[in-house]
């Protein structure tokens, strides 16, 4: 757990159904090992929690499903952190939210996309739909993942000029700029500079 001086200051969430997505990769922290879809029960649970009517509970199968899409999206987000992130990571999301089933309902305002009304196709439909959605907005580049390998967290960068890489820069930030400062100390000492 986070000291009191280690503690992150506040982001604000992605907008809109981004946020869902959002919500989704810190489903677990890294750090400490919390995964709120670590059993089908606790998967259930979340799935329910975040406004996804379930019929039944979630296999075991499902939540691997689960697990694997958002590791996928999580990879993903690295790319707009500036990590490389090969096309075959791109693909493998591609094919876990192709059962993604999403319309186009129109209205007086304009048109949005609705997925399935419950279970687990419908929470791959709403996050299918946020990146679409965010795409469209030009936010989807805002969402990224900490840069430091131990954190992962998501955060939405809402930076002036989007080139946020840290979940927060007093706790993982702090560290990155500490660690590369003493590996220069010492590349500099034993260079006899």
């Known amino acids: 757990m986070l000291s009191a001086m280690e503690e992150p200051e506040p982001r604000l969430p992605a907008p809109g159904r981004l946020g869902l997505l959002q919500e989704f990769v810190n489903s677990v922290e890294l750090a400490e090992g919390d995964d709120e879809l670590a059993t089908a029960a606790a998967a259930t649970r979340w799935v329910s929690d975040h406004h996804t009517v379930l019929t039944r509970p979630l296999t075991e199968k499902e939540?691997?499903?689960?697990?694997?899409?958002?590791?996928?999206?999580?990879?993903?987000?690295?790319?707009?952190?500036?990590?490389?992130?090969?096309?075959?990571?791109?693909?493998?999301?591609?094919?876990?939210l192709n059962g993604a089933t999403l319309r186009t309902v129109i209205s007086a305002s304009g048109a949005s996309l609705v997925g399935a009304p419950n279970g687990m196709p419908a929470l791959l439909s709403s996050l299918a739909a946020a990146i679409v959605e965010a795409t469209v907005a030009g936010t989807w580049q805002r969402l990224k993942v900490c840069r430091d390998d131990t954190c992962r967290w998501a955060f939405y960068d809402a930076s002036k000029n989007g080139r946020g890489a840290w979940c927060s820069m007093r706790s993982c930030g702090s560290r990155h700029k500490a660690r590369t400062y003493r590996i220069r100390q010492r590349e500099r000492l034993s260079s006899g500079a």
């Open 63 to 96: 939540r691997k499903h689960l697990v694997d899409v958002r590791e996928g999206l999580r990879t993903v987000l690295m790319a707009h952190a500036g990590a490389h992130v090969g096309s075959d990571v791109m693909a493998a999301l591609t094919r876990q």
